[in-house]
Each structure stands twice: as C-alpha cells, then as structure tokens.
Nanobody, 115 residues
Framework: QVQLVESGGGLVRPGGSLRLSCAAS????????TNWYRQAPGKGREWVAS????????NYEDSVKGRFIISRDNGKSMLYLQMNSLKPEDTAVYYC????????WGQGTQVTVSS
C-alpha cells in the first residue's frame, strides 16, 4: 500500500518561509517523478511543482516560480518543498502526489499565510 505522509505546514506571516516534507514508502520512490499540489478553501486542487525521478529537472506553476523550490532525497524516499516569500494566496492544504497505476496523495498539510 503506497503511503505518502506530508508534514511541515503551519501559520506564517506574509514574506515568511516554510519547508514541507513528504515521506514516501511501500514503493520504489526513486523510480518515479513526484509532484506537489495544493487546494485552497473553496477551490479545486491545483498543481504546484514537479520533479523528475532523478531530481535533475523541475517545473513550477507560474505563481510560485522564483519563490518555491521542489527537491527530493531518493536515499531517504523524501520529497520537499521550500516555500519562500509566502503570500496570503498561498494559503492551502498542500499534498504530495505520485502517479503509479493511479494518483496517490497523502493526507495533506495545512499552510496558512496571514498577518
């Protein structure tokens, strides 16, 4: 059973930073590209960033480019999202995602950006 467990969310002021983590287990993490998604209150889930299986290539949604950095540690089966210069519109539940036979998600971690 694929398991993804997100952590690291919290309440932060505008302009602040957070680092999200996702612990993956029960599959060969290093074989797959992985993603971060987020879902703001009253909105659908949206893609935020992706990283290839090797970590050599990344992509970002336009609104987070230059502020967020996705990374991974295949030796530890961990996915990360460093979020800098946070804005109130970044408030959402953040999920790590992997596509195997279907999409798998964790339980999410809440990020709230507010003064």
């Amino acid at each position: 059973q694929v398991q993804l467990v997100e952590s690291g969310g919290g309440l932060v002021r505008p302009g602040g930073s957070l680092r999200l983590s996702c612990a993956a287990s029960e599959f060969t993490f290093s074989n797959y590209a992985t993603n971060w998604y987020r879902q703001a209150p009253g909105k659908g889930r949206e893609w935020v960033a992706s990283i290839t299986s090797t970590g050599l290539s990344t992509n970002y949604e336009d609104s987070v480019k230059g502020r967020f950095i996705i990374s991974r540690d295949n030796g530890k089966s961990m996915l990360y999202l460093q979020m800098n210069s946070l804005k109130p519109e970044d408030t959402a539940v953040y999920y790590c995602d992997i596509l195997l036979d279907r999409h798998y998600w964790g339980q999410g971690t809440q990020v709230t950006v507010s003064s």
